[in-house]
């Protein structure tokens, strides 16, 4: 938590003022019921079994679903915080799932046909790849010794560098060894392009339904919050994402998230991004994020107040946008980009389009050339046997 906090300046005397991350550092966890729309979780889910009598395969790189299971929304948050520009993804081991963080060799020994590609068999893949560094706290499971680049060992509130010891129990058991269904080493598996996130951003036909006179509520006591109507009864709505609850999000496990007046913060900025941001269809979430970091760079929380109440008539003070922040928290603080990303991207019913792309055929013809240069060479052995 303290490293999670990082990514905030301290005062002198807090405690936490020499424990610093870089900003764009990201907690990634296990948020079971977790609602996802069109994100690509395929680098990690995959072959997901169908209920007996269905015949179409879950499509896991156009992932959707109402209530995620512990595994599919931690894939889901990774893949977020890289689609968002995360440097550094945060995991705690106590708040993730069991099977997504690792699998030793005797359940890969008994379930031999697994849908989970484990974090463990991709972090060093993402920081080779994509540059994206994992700090990983860990108690329970001794395979994360097999692949890091650092180990600090807490020890009665003493740290101390254990990356020596780490590296020679890691050498004593199989680490370099064992093979993941030929895709490599088990524990260092490439990271591949098919991996990567689409490019997607909120549907044309759902951010209408925000296009003007949209509220914001604190629910749940502080831990979620509804845009709704004006006319909306807002003593009925406790965001149990439902069909009714269209424009909540529940917020309770976004880490970094420091209270109730971020939260409003979050929810203005998404609808901004709503109301403002998407009339520039050529933009994806990313984009729409960077666009929300300049407005707010220029001009403030103020200035995306401004926007997001121009279909109000009289001065802004006057407005009911601005008697809406008054009443539910007073004043709002300025969320980070991802804070909002990941505010927007929980929010019930929310609709994620995919951005049309170029093809990009040169990852295509490196596989090509490949299978080529494979065939050739079983052709050469093949002509060998026969002369023999």
Known sequence: ??????????????GREYCVAVP???????EDGRYVNNCNISAFISNLPTPPGVTKVLDTKHFSTRDSSG?????????????????????DEDISAANFMARDGRMRALVMDESITPLLYRVNGLYNTLGISSVVVV??????????????????YVASDAIKKAQSISYQFSHGHVQYGGKGVVHRLEWKKSGNPIPRRPADVFS??????????IMDGGHALSLHEENDDESEMDCAMDDDDVGCIEASRLEQLLGRKQLFGCGLCALWILQVGTKDGSLGLPGLLNKLDSVLDNGGLMRVLNEVNSSANGPLLESNKWKNIVEEVGFVHRPRKYEVGQALTRMYGIQMEEIPMEEDDTEAEAAREAERKRQKLLQIWENRRNKN
């Open 71 to 91: 595994s599919t929304s931690q894939a889901a948050n990774v893949a977020e915080a890289i689609e968002m520009g995360a440097t550094a993804m945060l995991v």
């Open 208 to 217: 209408q339904r925000y296009a003007r006179d949209i509220f914001i509520s």
């Open 24 to 30: 764009d550092a990201v907690s990634v966890r296990a």
């Open 139 to 156: 108690g329970g499971v001794g395979d994360w010794l097999d692949i890091p680049h650092n180990v600090i060992l807490l020890d009665k």
């Open 1 to 14: 938590q303290t490293i999670a906090a990082g990514i905030y300046d301290k005062i002198p005397g807090d």
